[in-house]
């Protein structure tokens, strides 16, 4: 077996070119499946017994919430890989990651609190959930803080891949003990996620909503990854010939 | 091996070119990194004073209500310790790095493990462990109750600790950096947290009148897998610091 593919991934330039013939099938397959997961969750699930049609909004929050999370080990671990092999295009991934996720943790955040006024009485809490969420957004954060902060780019590669691989190690702990520092006041709140407590009906169409997030999250962070490549890569030829400036400076 | 000789400015290349480079051993790095953290007396008394002036300023704008100064005591106490050994920690490596004694620790035939964690011992020393061993009278004065001393002194013995080697993480991060003040506060904060969160856990259980032994108990195992982590951390960033 060859291992080729693995150096070849390692390349911007494969990258790229193997992307441009992915990217339309991944962005209408994404678009696809939210339409057919929000107009089903917003328009065919039925209404919540407790708290009527303001509980559409898990719609949008729980996916939000999923790939905020699933995108920090994304990040984090296409930061490890750079780190370990020295691929320049994991650390481009990494840094592409960064952004995505800070925002999708914004949006879970944001429709929490939403979600949280008409159900809790409430935008903020100090639940075990929402600080552990917002501490997650300080994480995306500081990391994008620090990689932009070197004049040397590997240096902000590296030291921006370290940090991500550091605050790994510290979501599960935030996740427990911020359950544990507030069992102690109030019992543990919302257990959104859990299967079984939902009906068949309404968790479908989440379902959907969820593998819809991951599809968009993965052709948003291809094409984030893809400006990034070539505002790394702009010196070289090919990213000269893909732009049509192949014969404007002849440097050789 | 005669590498005591603080008063060069480039402390581990005293020997000159005669005598083969070997490694100081981890007794000799720390009563190098003391001697030297006691000659700067400024960089231990500052943290206490900020320390003590901030918690000052709090009666002065939240009110002197002994009963909500009581509720608040634990906290305030130790987000300022959090914030003093926050302060602290940016001048962690600066020294060392920008005369060059840091690019030698790098070459040493050691792990760079070592160093790191001696630094980071003496740091606390010299910050972490005053602001506990104040922290009782502070309580006293923020009217505390007496069943939280015990815990808050010992809460923050170890939970300084815990900073003292987190904070050294990013401090090696962004040595290499002009102006890292802010930058090593947004990336630390979030890796504080666990560390707060259970040591006040521990002083309110314990004026609530509940044990408190699990939080410690919780606090101590964070400690423990920061010691044998965070200087290893430390250690690859100063390495990719020292590219830059």
């Known amino acids: 077996m060859s291992w080729q593919w693995f150096h070849r991934l390692g390349s911007p330039r494969w990258f790229y070119q193997k992307t441009s013939a992915w990217l339309p099938w991944l962005g209408a397959a994404s678009v696809l499946v939210l339409v057919i997961g929000a107009v089903w969750g917003l328009g065919f699930a039925p209404q919540d017994a407790k708290q009527g049609n303001s509980y559409r909004i898990i719609y949008i929050h729980v996916p939000a919430a999923f790939l905020a999370l699933a995108g920090y080990y994304i990040m984090a671990i296409s930061g490890a890989i ?61 990391v994008m803080a620090l990689s932009g902060a070197f004049a040397r ?5 590296k030291a921006s891949a370290l940090l991500a691989l550091v605050g790994t190690v510290n979501i599960p702990i935030i996740y427990k003990s911020v359950d544990w520092w507030f069992t102690l006041h109030q019992p543990a709140t919302l257990k959104l996620t859990e299967a079984s407590t939902i009906d068949p009906s309404m968790f479908y169409p989440l379902l959907t909503m969820i593998a819809g997030f991951y599809l968009f999250y993965a052709w948003v962070l291809i094409l984030h990854t893809r400006s990034l490549v070539l505002q790394r890569e702009w010196r070289t030829q090919w990213v000269r010939e893909l732009l049509g400036q192949s014969t404007a400076k002849g440097e050789g | 091996m005669g590498v005591d000789s603080v008063a060069d400015t480039s402390r581990y290349s005293a020997q000159g070119q005669t005598a083969p480079v070997s490694a100081p051993s981890f007794y000799t790095l720390l009563r190098t990194e003391f001697t030297l953290a006691v000659r700067q007396r400024s960089d231990i008394v500052n943290p206490l004073l900020f320390f003590v002036t901030v918690l000052a300023m709090m009666p002065l704008g939240i009110g002197p209500e002994p009963d909500m100064l ?31 004694s840091l690019e030698q620790l790098a070459l040493q035939p050691q792990p760079l493990y070592f160093p790191v964690l001696a630094k980071v011992l003496v740091h606390w020393v010299v910050t972490g462990l005053p602001l506990a061993v104040l922290s009782p009278l502070l309580g006293m004065m923020l009217n505390l109750g ?24 990013g401090a090696a991060l962004t040595v290499a950096l002009r102006r890292p003040g802010l930058l090593l506060a947004l990336i630390i904060m979030p890796l504080y947290v666990p560390v707060l969160i259970f040591g006040t856990g521990a002083v309110q259980a314990a004026l609530d009148g509940y044990p408190y032994g699990p939080q410690m108990a919780i606090l101590g195992a964070i400690l423990a897998a920061s010691a044998a982590l965070a200087p290893l951390a430390a250690a690859g960033a100063i390495r990719i610091s020292l590219e830059n």
Request: aromatic letters at 14%; a neutral charge.
């Open chain 1, 82 to 142: 750079g780190l370990i092999w020295k691929m320049k295009l994991s650390f481009v991934v990494m840094r592409a990651a960064a952004p995505i996720g800070a925002a999708l943790t914004f949006l879970a955040l944001f429709t929490g609190a939403v979600w949280g006024k008409p159900t809790w009485g409430t935008y903020w809490v100090w639940d075990a959930r929402i600080t552990s969420m917002l501490i997650l957004l300080f994480l995306y954060l500081g």
């Open chain 1, 153 to 157: 780019e590997q240096s902000g590669d």
């Open chain 2, 70 to 100: 009581a509720r608040m005591a634990a906290g305030l106490i130790w987000v300022m310790a959090l914030l003093a050994t926050l302060l602290s920690q940016e001048s962690l490596f600066r020294g060392d790095y920008e005369d060059g």
């Open chain 2, 146 to 169: 007496d069943a939280g001393y015990w815990p808050l002194f010992a809460s923050l013995a170890i939970g300084t600790a815990t900073l003292s080697l987190i904070g050294a993480v």
